[in-house]
């Protein structure tokens, strides 16, 4: 099993609050990604870095920032959380022979 | 044109079946690529890599056509079990990219 973990896996909140979820990997790896998707959707890639001080916007544009102060702890905020942010935020990191992705197991995210 | 595609599906196939999903990607210097499976409301997960020469796992083989530039999993002997969404990933240096995925219903 992969050593990746998110916190909250689910949290409810209202409109306007600063939220932050938290991803955490235990097997060093320097690559590291946030991934959101709607139920039924495909996979949207929102941040990445690929190490330490190292952070980049991916493919869908988003609200939300993200740091990498220490190589296993990768968290995303949200200043202003809005009903249009409700969904699933996944966290992966990357390995360096193999490629593989591991993920967590997710931040379901309700925005009222 | 998005850089890896896959057809949604769904796929709905009997028990016993053999069922076979293509995915196509754009970018010729694409380096590896891989086969996930993404259980309903659940995290992808490592299904298998695909390499030049082909790959079995079981029940599952995984191809790779570069002149073409798609990538297929064949899966034999469908089970219940199987039924999910199965998406396609494709690396360059460091970037991921994911296709849309395929779902799959295998039916009893």
């Known amino acids: 099993e992969a050593d990746i973990y998110q916190t909250p896996r689910y949290l409810v909140i209202g409109t306007g609050k600063k939220i932050t979820l938290e991803c955490s990997q235990t097997m060093g790896h320097d690559k590291m990604y946030w991934y959101q998707q709607d139920p039924g959707m495909e996979l949207h890639l929102i941040h990445y870095s690929y190490g330490v001080n190292s952070t980049e916007k991916g493919d869908l544009s988003s609200e939300s920032t993200v740091s990498r102060i220490r190589t296993e702890h990768f968290p995303l905020t949200l200043e202003s959380a809005r009903p249009s942010h409700t969904s699933q935020y996944l966290c992966?990191?990357?390995?360096?022979?193999?490629?593989?992705?591991?993920f967590g197991e997710g931040s379901r995210l309700t925005v009222l | 044109r998005k850089e890896v595609e896959q057809d949604p599906g769904p796929f709905n196939v009997p028990e016993g079946a053999t069922v076979a999903f293509n995915c196509t990607y754009s970018?010729?210097?694409?380096?590896?690529f891989f086969w996930y499976r993404q259980d309903c409301r659940k995290e992808p997960k490592l299904l298998m890599s695909v390499y030049s020469s082909g790959n079995e796992d079981g029940r599952f083989t995984a191809q790779l056509n570069r002149a073409s530039q798609y990538i297929s999993l064949l899966i034999r002997d469908s089970k219940l079990s199987d039924s999910a969404t199965y998406l396609c990933?494709?690396?360059?240096?460091?970037?991921?990219?994911f296709g849309t995925g395929t779902k799959l219903q295998v039916i009893p």
């Open positions: 970018n010729s210097a694409s380096q590896s």
């Open positions: 990933v494709v690396n360059i240096d460091q970037k991921v990219t």
């Open positions: 992966a990191s990357r390995g360096p022979t193999t490629g593989e992705l591991f």
